[in-house]
């Protein structure tokens, strides 16, 4: 039945993936004055966004994107819909729930280190600032600059949960079928 709770994990966490491509996982702000607008600068799993081009870029990092992180994250969330497919078929979806836990595993290493390079890059420019990876908050020369772990990145995390959670009801129904196999042999 394709409404099992194992296919529907592995489906939500598909679409969690797939919605770190437009949620930030790391995220910049910067406020000149007081009372002025802030700039925001967003890094998904596209890489960074642009700031508002008559921002001002005093303390706008620049920042590349990390290529490999889109390709594994749309192939890791296409591996987890394809595992969610295979509900007849226990013992192939519970090798492919296996390779999408750890596929999301990798994933969520490489998104860390998407985020520690785009914070290196950023503290190479502005060594003054030396912003830290976790998150913080400062004031320097009158500007207030805020940058840390944005929602995204933990959508990352919650797929790695849900994948386990499929791997695991996947082998309890294979060991309820092989019981009943045997209850039924036995009589």
Do not use: C
């Not at 078929?89 to 785009?118: C, Y």
């Not at 830290?132 to 004031?139: K, R």
Request: charged share 10%.
């Amino acid at each position: 039945m394709f409404f099992r709770p194992q296919s529907l994990f592995l489906i939500l966490a598909a679409v969690l993936l797939l919605a770190t491509f437009f949620v930030p996982i790391w995220h910049f702000t910067y406020q000149g004055a007081l009372n002025a607008a802030p700039v925001e600068l967003s890094y998904t799993v596209l890489g960074p966004t642009a700031p508002d081009a008559d921002a001002p870029t005093a303390y706008v990092p620049r920042v590349s994107g990390f290529a490999p992180l889109p390709i594994a994250t749309g192939l890791t969330a296409l591996l987890l819909f394809v595992a969610s497919l295979y509900y007849r078929d226990r013992p192939k979806q519970r090798k492919l729930a296996l390779g999408s836990f750890v596929a999301t595993i990798i994933v969520a290493a490489m998104m860390f280190l998407a985020v520690q390079l785009a914070v290196n890059q950023f503290n190479t420019q502005r060594p003054a600032l030396n912003l830290p990876f976790i998150g913080t908050s400062q004031q320097l020369e009158g500007v207030f600059i805020s940058s840390g772990l944005y929602i995204g990145f933990f959508f990352v995390l919650i797929p790695i949960i849900l994948s386990y959670l499929a791997f695991q009801g996947i082998a309890a129904d294979e060991r309820t079928v092989r019981d009943m196999n045997s209850m039924r042999l036995r009589r």
